[in-house]
């Protein structure tokens, strides 16, 4: 079980005219459980990717810590980018065994294909996927190594609405056979809703934390859009702030 601790005083970034600093992350405290799934909501360009990036280690160049408490020394970071990142020269099962080269690992693989609706197309070569197809082979392959932490950068941005909601129900279903934790980024709050156990709301840049919100509503009912829409409008109505950071 992997507990997150987030405590970055400090994130800058060169100014574009080439003087001075840009100053994107301030002051930004927060404390994650293990195994819920956490959705970031923010204004783009307000410091998100910046932030996973900083938890996965891509990123060291700032000041403050970043904790990550598990019986493991070295906890197992999945991290599912914006764009899918499959290699052209490797079929889509060749691309997830990268991610877990061991021979014994086909059965695991199998599993996650047949889950994700993609075994007829393992040894497809990824410019014959779609968008959407290419993004559940990048699920899969954080999936497969069994992370202790997963990290989500937008993965269904610029995907039409039928094709994301069938991939986030399969999201769902994978995470839920093998629970962990998931930081989740998005600027769309019904799918924020529709996935997270906690909202966490974030200031344009310098970025840090406006809300943090529970999602009371029941996992069984996520299906329902009705559900959702009513709890977007309570969380807009109750906290209107939140409206300017979507």
């Known amino acids: 079980m992997t507990h997150i601790q987030i405590n970055i005083q400090r994130k800058c970034y060169p100014a574009v ?27 783009s360009g307000c410091g998100k990717t910046t932030l ?12 403050g810590t970043i ?6 020394l070295q906890p197992r970071i999945g991290y599912v980018f914006q764009n899918p990142r499959l290699l052209p020269w490797r ?27 993609l075994t007829e197309c ?4 990824p410019e ?22 997963l990290l989500m950068d937008e993965p269904f941005v610029s995907i039409d609405p039928p094709t994301a909601r069938q991939i986030r129900q399969l999201l769902l279903k994978l995470w839920q056979h093998r629970p962990h934790g ?11 809703i529709t996935l997270a156990d906690q909202l966490i709301f974030l200031s344009a840049s310098p970025m840090q934390v406006i809300r943090n919100i529970p999602v009371t509503i029941p996992r069984n009912a996520r299906d329902d859009e009705h559900a959702i ?6 969380l807009i109505q109750e906290f209107p702030a939140i409206q300017k950071l979507l």
């Open 128 to 149: 014959r996927l779609s968008l959407g197809m290419s993004r559940r082979v990048a699920i899969i392959r954080a999936f497969a190594i069994n992370p202790d932490l």
């Open 229 to 234: 829409e009513a709890f977007r409008n309570y």
């Open 182 to 192: 998931v930081l989740f980024v998005t600027h769309d709050l019904r799918e924020a």
């Open 67 to 72: 904790s990550l408490s598990q019986q493991q």
């Open 52 to 63: 996973l990036n900083i938890i996965a280690g891509l990123d060291t160049d700032y000041q």
């Open 122 to 125: 393992q040894d497809v070569y």
């Open 91 to 117: 079929t889509v099962r060749e691309n997830i065994e990268l991610a877990l080269p061991s021979p014994t690992a086909a059965v695991l693989i199998d599993e996650l294909l047949a889950a994700m609706q």
């Open 17 to 43: 005219a080439g003087a001075g600093q840009n100053l994107a992350i301030a002051d930004l405290n927060l404390s994650l459980p293990a195994h819920e799934f956490i959705c970031l909501v923010g204004p």
